[in-house]
């Protein structure tokens, strides 16, 4: 081997060398939450459920449980002061509930819209704890807790979510490492009514311009952050002007909620075997949907099924940065299947191609690999 050969060489592996240091240091900060992430006492369950059910699901994590994995228990509640002495918690306008069981609903297009710009020339304000709630800044979160103080349990809990939800969605939220998202966690559900003014059939309520959200111990409150979590991490990356398309934007919230939060709707699997036996809606149909108010229940339901199942396959289809590339087009503004096309190649120049390649590895699992 000549010298010009051996010069290569060395080049060649110091350009991968340094490359591989830059990822080390971008993606280290935010993926060495996962150490974190261990088997215990999720605070915000009402119910108990064996360890060994989130240590599975962590040993494989495209078999999403039936159940939440997170087990809790029960824990009683701080004394609440008086209800005069409690400090409203004021939402904004763009307050969205969350049914305490069943769908988790749409956001509307006003209510998908950009992170605002930080505050010129100092850090940005945090809202007071109400009345009764202790206050902790983590390095992700402001974690808002009724009683005295914030337990640790808590606060591990959703920074670990934090770092399950950035495996797949760090690129499209850099701003979630300098502001923060706050979470206004009560004891109990009438604690959650009295700050939030919501009804007695909401189990939770977010804010994404806001960047709150707002939930009470319940067996259905972690799957309920992790969705809207990702909603305000992911809807981000689209300007107001054109925000998420629903599909997408309930798909990937599905789709974290499932995979990452490991809190699969109890509703998904029956919906996706009912795909598997080729129902559901044409993807060029399902794609133009932006409003599901008034709809069937059961269609709704097979709606998101199909949303996270195409989310599924897009974001195990092809390594590397294929999945942003396609969210990067739709953002600019460029036709689905235009975004489709320059992300992922041939054979996917139109929404009929992948609807056939998704419907085929929905039975088969040979194209994207994923194991059911």
Aim: aromatic share 12%; glycine share 8%.
């Amino acid at each position: 081997m000549d010298i010009l050969s051996k010069l290569r060489i060395v080049f060649w592996g110091l350009v991968l060398g340094l490359w591989g240091l830059f990822m080390y240091q971008y993606m280290n900060e935010d993926m060495s939450m996962l150490k974190k992430f261990k088997i215990g006492k999720n605070p915000l369950s009402s119910a108990s459920s064996p360890a060994a059910v989130l240590k599975r699901n962590l040993q494989n994590p495209q078999l999403p449980p039936a159940q939440p994995a997170y087990p809790g228990v029960p824990q009683t509640p701080a004394p609440l002061p008086p209800q005069s002495s409690m400090n409203l918690v004021r939402p904004g306008s763009d307050i969205k509930d969350i049914p305490a069981a069943g769908m988790m609903p749409e956001h509307s297009e006003g209510e998908r819209i950009a992170i605002p710009a930080g505050r010129a020339g100092g850090e940005e304000r945090y809202p007071p704890a109400p009345g009764g709630f202790a206050m902790k800044v983590t390095r992700h979160f402001v974690v808002y807790e009724e009683g005295s103080e914030v337990s640790d349990e808590l606060q591990e809990t959703v920074e670990a979510l934090h770092g399950n939800i950035m495996l797949d969605l760090v690129a499209f939220s850099p701003w979630s490492r300098e502001k923060k998202v706050f979470i206004f966690f009560s004891q109990s559900q009438d604690t959650y009514r009295r700050i939030t003014g919501r009804p007695a059939w909401s189990g939770g309520a977010a804010s994404l311009s806001e960047r709150k959200i707002y939930l009470y111990k319940s067996d259905e409150a972690f799957g309920i952050l992790a969705h809207e979590l990702t909603h305000i991490y992911f809807d981000s990356f689209f300007p107001a002007s054109n925000p998420s398309p629903l599909w997408l934007s309930e798909g990937v919230a599905t789709y974290i909620q499932s995979e990452r939060g490991f809190s699969t709707p109890a509703w998904l699997s029956q919906n996706l075997a009912l795909l598997q036996r080729g129902n559901g809606f044409k993807l060029g149909d399902m794609v133009r949907i932006e409003n599901l108010q008034g709809a069937d229940e059961d269609n709704v339901r097979l709606w998101y099924a199909q949303s996270y199942s195409v989310v599924r396959f897009l974001m195990n289809l092809k390594a590397g940065d294929a999945f942003y590339v396609f969210c990067k087009n739709l953002r600019e503004g460029k036709p689905a299947a235009q975004s489709l096309y320059q992300a992922y190649g041939m054979p996917y120049n139109k929404l009929s191609s992948l609807e056939y390649a998704w419907r085929y590895d929905l039975k088969t699992g040979k194209i994207s690999g994923i194991n059911r």
